[in-house]
């Protein structure tokens, strides 16, 4: 079978990479939620090391940095007044980095993420990584989209886990990140595969 042209070349849209130079970037939700318990990634621990990584390669570059952060009230997993909700260390702001508080997936809903950026003077290109794939980055990646930005999603930063289908089967977790990048790229942006990507 052969596959469909993606909506992005349909409609004459650039596929090509930013370099990280020319971009901001934004840390999604690398909180310990997803480390341990019932909220558990799979390839958690690879994507936050990718992370750590990005996120160097930023800092060293000059590139601003935006974090984000998911409160789901006190109790839950998200609690981010508790050590499960909170950024992990390996990836935790930089004096002056700010970081935004949301409640929903897409980042820019309800929060002030979009003032955040303008305060930056930040350029059309964002640069994603965070947890999980088929949530928060890709609803985050539609709502730069729909403003107007152009973002791109680095994979290998980025994890999520198996879930049951409406149909009962069991979708794993490979085949739910390709996919969710899948329609990522469709539309909405380009994907990085490695840090590399974007700085070589």
Known sequence: MNASATLRDVIGLDNTLPRL???????IDFQNTYRTGVMALDGAE?????????LAAARSAGTP??????DGGEGTPYDIRTEIGAISPEVAPADGEPV?????????????????????????????????????????????????????????????????????STVPAATLQAASLTTITDLFGTVAPTVEHLTT
Do not use: W
Request: charged residues 20%; neutral net charge; glycine residues 6%.
């Open 21 to 27: 130079t020319e971009t901001t970037l934004i840390m």
């Open 46 to 54: 690879p994507a936050l090391a990718a992370g750590a990584r990005l």
């Open 65 to 70: 940095v935006v974090h984000v952060i998911n």
């Open 100 to 168: 935004v508080v949301k409640q929903l997936p897409d980042s820019f809903h309800r929060t002030d993420l979009e003032r955040k950026l303008r305060d930056l003077d930040a350029g059309p290109h964002l640069v994603l990584a965070g947890f999980m794939t088929h949530m928060c980055v890709s609803f985050t990646a539609q709502g730069a989209f729909n403003l107007g930005y152009r973002p791109t999603v680095v994979a290998e930063a980025t994890a999520t886990r198996s879930l049951i289908a409406p149909d009962g």
